[in-house]
């Protein structure tokens, strides 16, 4: 309908306002959308027909049964957690928190709590979309991450949940394949991603482009031109020399757990 309409993704992106890239991964099947979406798209392709546009809300119906991220939209960005689990490699630097796809329920809520849910409502389901996310760890994707080692010494200094965070992070480290995790360490010193944290999104469907998503409190950020995942990219290749490797990575995790187990002055 896009092609027949003479329109780019571009111009479909522009005038509507989406996240970059949502097109193209309507498009390939692999982001279910909901019907309003559906609706806006077929009035900007100018599609009159009643039978066409109650047949293309029922593949929307039929396309949402595996879109489960859409009944979290209240407490996360759904167009990223879309995103995200038809993703084929993950990379992300968070530089002050355990990244979500590695944390444990007990973090998820403590975080929720002190970046500001206000209800136990809103602090459990934040809890059950972080374990709905991990699916993706068993499901064969190459993770990569880079923790600052600020995260860590925050989690220290929480001791109740410390132990049996970092404990997941050493399992996960050591256990599973295709996950990547390097700590960043403050000796490092200035670093190339001083900004702030992102995740660059790419996809085993050449066809799906590649995205970064840049976190704020009230919603998110997609990138999608060419420089600007360049960019990215180069920061966190940067990222990760500056990093331990997977092995001192672990052994520093284990390091804060056995100064968790002490206590910290």
Do not use: C
């Not at 559906?38 to 119906?61: C, K």
């Not at 590695?102 to 970046?115: D, F, G, H, V």
């Not at 880079?146 to 480290?173: F, K, Y």
């Amino acid at each position: 309908m896009r092609e027949a309409a003479g329109m780019t993704t571009a111009a479909v992106t522009r005038q509507l306002g989406w996240a970059a890239g949502r097109v193209n991964h309507l498009e390939s099947g692999r982001h279910g959308t909901d019907p309003s979406a559906l609706r806006d798209l077929m009035r900007i392709y100018e599609v009159t027909d009643p039978e066409r546009i109650e047949a293309v809300l029922a593949l929307g119906r039929q396309s949402r049964q595996r879109g489960w991220w859409h009944t979290y939209n209240d407490v996360l960005d759904g167009d990223y957690l879309g995103f995200e689990a038809e993703a084929s490699t993950i990379s992300v630097y968070q530089p002050s928190v355990i990244p979500g796809l590695l944390q444990t329920p007990e973090y998820a809520a403590r975080s929720a709590r002190a970046s500001g849910a206000v209800t136990e409502k809103d602090i459990e389901r934040v809890v059950a979309v972080r374990e709905k996310r991990q699916e993706v760890l068993v499901e064969g994707i190459e993770l990569l991450a880079v923790l600052d080692e600020n995260a860590l010494m925050r989690l220290v200094h929480t001791s109740d949940i410390a132990h049996e965070q970092l404990a997941r992070l050493i399992t996960i480290a050591e256990a599973v394949n295709g996950i990547t995790i390097q700590v960043l360490p403050v000796s490092a010193g200035l670093h190339a991603a001083m900004g702030g944290g992102f995740v660059i999104l790419d996809y085993a469907d050449a066809a799906d482009p590649s995205l970064v998503y840049l976190e704020g409190r009230t919603g998110g950020t997609f990138l999608e031109k060419p420089e600007e995942l360049e960019d990215y990219r180069r920061v966190f290749a940067s990222l990760m020399r500056s990093a331990l490797s997977e092995e001192e990575s672990i052994r520093s995790i284990k390091q804060f757990q056995e100064e968790g187990r002490r206590g910290v002055s």
